[in-house]
């Protein structure tokens, strides 16, 4: 597969790089383990200063970099430049909170002393989506700089210069060479950079089967790994809900970044007594969405990422409409060039159809009727995926039912999924396993040593239900 930008818009390829021979994946690989043998030893203070210049970078250049973003994904470009802003939000988070979050932990052992000491893995490869790229690889980088780690950005085929373009921001804002690194590698290379000694960790944000094929050579290695995978996220909405503000979020939650976000809401739940008037609402909002060229800024809805996202989406609906599923709007490519789909809208689906289950990753909303708060519950449980869901009730009584109830990393109450640098990001089921952002992803590449130190006096026996190892 050639890396190259290929302009989603037009279908022009607009820039093409070569790929890494072997001797210089190899001469990068060492780079990574020199520097991280330096670099581990810097004190928090000096990270931070190179961290808060990395912020500072992303913001005064957030327009650049969200045109090359635009030009490579398809996002709107207001979009991009805020993607870019919301990067420095990550970077400045860790600057306030590396030192504290990762400070020895003290543990009371009698009279001995004890703590839990937190030190840097090693080189981590990061293999990283198209779909968010900035902000899907700084949410990585920015914590594992901090905790004294180096990066290795093996970024999506089409977002070349994206990946080149954060590698100079932490250059340009002081890191070591070698601190972080493109690598402009095939993906048939990945499994040998993970094989290799010198890395000693993964992270992956992508889909279920780059999941599965990381997860798995990660293990065969016997690696830490980090999966943030696909979800078919839902939205509840029940008759309590503010109705009005329920129908604007849904639209957006359901078509940003073009549809293209593991997080944007996918199947929306709504309650009988509500559904038609719900339906309806819905469906006008999403005729008023503006598709068109993504650097315009009245545009609502850019072109989808390739042309094999825009065919395996509509080939979802074609046979979820073949199932039985009605179709309300949209549900065929536009003609005209590029990778455009329109906000398109389909009701309900049988179980046996992709629009009930799957993860349809564009501008592709499933409405479904729900009887009753545990029918709403079972409809979202209804998916092998488990990532983020958005429950709409203003009745506290229901929002805990939800809450404990439905399978997923993370539940918003009354407001749209988002990521945000203070809350742990990530989810259950086929939606992977670890977190990011917060506390959670700073310590996810960390070894939590255990130290004990005697005081050289007898101290009192274990509790009887302890045993040896």
Known sequence: MAIATIDPT?????????????????????????????????????????????????????SRYGRIMTEEMGKPLEAAKAEARKCATACRYYVSKAEGLLRDQPIEVGGDRAFVRYQPLGPVLA?????????????????????????????????????????????????????FQALMIETSEVNRVIDDPRVKAVTLTGSEGAGRAVGAAAGRAIKK????????????????????????????????????????????IVAESIAADFERRFVERMKRVTVGDPMDPKTDLGPLATEGILKGLHAQVEESVKAGTRLLLGGKPLERPGNFYPATVLADPPPKAPAFHDELFGPVATLLRARDVDHAIELANAT???????????DEAEQRRFIDGIDSGMVFVNEMVASDPRLPFGGVKHSGHGRELADLGLREFVNAKTVRISSGTPQPPAPKHAVSE
């Not at 390829?13 to 021979?21: Q, Y």
């Not at 290795?152 to 080149?164: G, M, R």
């Not at 092998?384 to 203003?394: E, I, K, Q």
């Open 10 to 62: 037009t279908g022009k390829t607009l820039r093409t790089f070569a790929t890494h021979t072997a001797e210089e994946l190899e001469a990068k690989l060492q780079l990574a383990t020199d520097t991280f043998a330096t670099y581990r030893q810097t004190q928090f203070a000096e990270r931070a200063t190179w961290m808060r210049r990395a912020a500072e970078l992303l913001e005064a250049e957030s």
């Open 127 to 179: 293999i990283m989506p198209w779909n968010f790229p900035f902000w899907q690889v700084v949410r990585f980088a920015a914590p594992a700089l901090m905790a004294g780690n180096v990066g290795l950005l093996k970024h999506a085929h089409n977002v070349p210069q994206c990946a080149l373009a954060l590698e100079e921001v932490f250059l340009q804002a002081g890191f070591p060479k070698g601190a």
């Open 225 to 268: 790994v980090v999966l943030e995978l696909g979800g078919s996220d839902p939205f509840v909405v029940m008759p309590s809900a503010d109705l009005d503000r329920a129908v604007e979020t849904a639209v957006t939650a359901r078509l940003i970044n073009n549809g293209q976000s593991c997080i944007a809401a996918k199947r929306f």
């Open 384 to 394: 092998p995926f488990g990532l983020g869901a958005s429950v709409w009730t203003r």
